[in-house]
């Protein structure tokens, strides 16, 4: 198994590392609404815009939003659904720049990025390419597309202008009748795509997620279908996977959970809302998955990551989907982002934070849980640092045990105290008659990590050598 170097980031947003646990519950951190960001009332935009992008360009310091415009249901993949792009200096105020690329009626000055492609713009869908070696022009990449045309690669240099890499499309099965993801893994050394299958044929089973392969982009492996660890299988109509911040090993998917046919609107209320008539039969809301590679996702905690809000335009179909991109916005705080109000007067983005590095924790009541990890090699000036919250009363313990179990001295519950505090990134230190141990003095090749919580949380723990989190 490959275990942590130094720098290594390890979140209970997943089992992974975790061998055993008792007394202990897990469950996920629930993110917090800081409100709209950005509304679709241009022209071009409209209730239907949606599958939505968001990226950090750090080489031009800025956040990157694209979203499909489509104003009226009948262009849906056709001419007049375009992709738009919105940007801004802190995740937060959104601008339109006026690109000069593509007019809209009588109106030249749009933030349109690509037009008159159909049906590419239906769910065009970039990312920044972090392979070591890539060239400036291709820097940005999307893929876009649905069935029988597939999907076909575009590339950028600046985000702005796009060409298409090809006239034959880069993957050709499944339905991507979805937001269809991809980025490049340093952790696999592939791009991957999760793209949207079903369980039937054509258009009928399960909405469900399938994964292709591909060394430089252009040639991609035959989808195969993603395992849900034995979990029934459910509509997942987006699933939003990519690697998690700090976390590159560890990919998350913030993905809409789609329930067909689960109406809570009766009809009148629906014409109250001015919803569009054929999007109030069914309702949404958000899980959690995730993946540490190959054809398999975990559903850790099963329940959903984030519920429909109060008020009937939150239980709307299709509203409630995320949008791909999870960024950093502040050094403690971690953003994604919401479609809400969809096919209503009033569409909107809204804006959700969790605290940096809190997606699920392990949590200990009012009796001491334990949690020991599975076993991993420690280099001699690997230090522990750990994510965690108690209550004023409530701890949490550290111990150091060897591949067997067995306690090391120097680093027992009682050399390390109880630690207390709410903190993002807490040192851990043993101390045994005035000298103060690090995790890497252990003189072991390969460790567990056993933890006590009592009225607390432990939401990560971090090998490194004794640099803050970035």
Request: aromatic share 10%; hydrophobic share 35%; charged share 25%.
């Amino acid at each position: 198994m490959k275990t942590p170097p130094i720098g290594r980031l390890e979140l209970m947003a997943d089992r992974h590392m975790i061998q055993r646990t008792k007394r202990l519950d897990h469950r996920l951190e629930e993110p917090r609404c800081e409100g709209a960001v950005f509304w679709f009332d241009q022209p071009w935009e409209g209730p239907l815009s949606g599958y939505c992008t968001v990226l950090h360009d750090s080489d031009r310091d800025e956040f990157k939003l694209y979203y499909r415009g489509l104003s009226d249901g009948s262009m849906e993949c056709r001419r007049g659904e375009v992709t738009c792009l919105a940007t801004s200096a802190d995740g937060i105020n959104w601008i339109r720049p006026n690109l000069g690329l593509h007019s809209w009626q009588d109106k030249d000055e749009t933030n349109i990025v690509l037009a008159e492609e159909p049906p590419f713009s239906h769910n065009f869908t970039p990312f920044i390419d972090l392979r070591p070696d890539v060239s400036k022009e291709s820097c940005f990449k999307a893929l876009a597309g649905v069935a029988p045309l597939g999907l076909h690669a575009y590339v950028s240099s600046d985000g702005v202008n796009w060409t298409r890499q090809s006239e034959r499309p880069a993957i050709s099965d499944g339905m991507l009748d979805s937001q269809n993801v991809a980025f490049w893994s340093n952790h696999e050394q592939l791009y991957i795509c999760y793209l949207r299958t079903w369980t039937g044929e054509g258009f009928s089973g399960t909405r469900t997620i399938s994964r292709s392969v591909s060394k430089d982009f252009r040639r991609w492996s035959k989808p195969k279908q993603m395992r849900f660890g034995g979990r029934p299988l459910e509509h997942l109509y987006t699933n939003q996977t990519q690697p998690y911040p700090g976390a590159p090993h560890l990919y998350i998917g913030i993905a809409a959970r789609f329930m067909p046919d689960r109406q809570r609107l009766s009809e009148s209320e629906a014409k109250e809302l001015k919803v569009d008539p054929e999007y109030y039969n069914d309702c949404s809301d958000v899980v959690l998955l995730t993946s540490r590679g190959g054809n398999r996702y975990a559903r850790t905690v099963p329940e959903a990551f984030l519920r429909p809000g109060i008020g009937l335009e939150h239980w709307v179909s299709r509203t409630n989907f995320p949008a791909y991109g999870v960024v950093q916005t502040a050094p403690d705080q971690l953003s994604f982002y919401l479609n809400t109000h969809y096919a209503q007067p009033g569409a909107q983005l809204c804006r959700y934070t969790l605290p940096l590095d809190r997606l699920g924790y392990l949590e200990g009541r009012d009796a001491w849980g334990e949690m020991i990890s599975k076993s991993f090699p420690v280099e001699q000036n690997a230090q522990l640092s750990i994510n965690m919250a108690t209550s004023a009363a409530g701890s949490v313990q550290v111990a150091v045990l060897d591949e067997d179990y067995a306690p090391l001295p120097g680093f027992t519950w009682t050399e390390c105290g109880e630690l207390i505090g709410n903190e993002l990134d807490r040192n851990v230190r043993w101390v045994q008659e005035g000298v103060i141990r690090r995790l890497g003095q252990a003189a072991v090749p390969r460790i567990r990590l056993h933890f006590r919580l009592r009225d607390a949380r432990l939401y990560a723990y971090r090998i490194h050598s004794g640099q803050p989190r970035t």
